[in-house]
């Protein structure tokens, strides 16, 4: 089993696992750089794709975190790589959130994990010719799917 662990605030902690299992572990309060988390949706709106995966990934698809949010899948046709963003309605005090991007074969689930104002993520895979299971949480409410977006059919989902 491939993991890998990536944490965007200081002290955060992760358990990642199957992607048919991914665990939100909750994590130590950590103060988030403000500068890697400036872009936000705007106050009262929906959370909107803030681009953070960079140029070339187009949303191949989302889920709604209840009314906090949103975590966006989206992919880069040219690298083959996913990527995933958990984004909040209404940026504010850091809560607890993640992103989170995996595979079944083999295990490979990437994580990113910690207390956040705006965003958590992004979370980079390359997952051609596979498909791809992603979570977003916020506050303890979780979204997200197994096993969507597989193959060559990723960059029309």
């Known amino acids: 089993m491939n993991n890998i662990r990536r944490t965007a605030a200081i002290g955060a902690a992760v358990t990642a696992t199957a992607c048919a299992a ?4 909750p994590a130590a309060v950590a103060a988030e750089p403000a500068a890697q988390r400036a872009t ?3 106050k009262g709106a929906a959370a909107q ?3 953070v995966c960079g140029s ?6 989302s889920a709604q975190i209840g009314t906090k949010g949103t975590v966006f899948l989206t992919y880069n046709s040219a690298t083959g790589k996913n990527c995933v963003v958990t984004v909040r309605n209404k940026p504010g005090k850091a809560v607890h959130m993640t992103a989170s991007l995996g595979f ?3 295990t490979t689930t990437v994580t ?3 207390y956040f104002t705006t965003y958590a993520g992004p979370v980079y895979l390359d997952a051609r010719g596979l498909c791809v299971t992603w979570r977003g949480e916020i506050s303890g409410e979780v979204a997200g799917k197994n096993g969507t977006n597989c193959g060559s059919l990723a ?3």
């Open 104 to 106: 079944a074969s083999p």
């Open 112 to 114: 990113d994990t910690g």
């Open 22 to 25: 991914v665990a939100l572990a």
């Open 49 to 51: 794709h803030n681009g």
């Open 40 to 42: 936000a949706a705007p």
């Open 56 to 61: 070339g990934y187009a949303v191949v698809n």
């Open 155 to 157: 960059a029309n989902r």
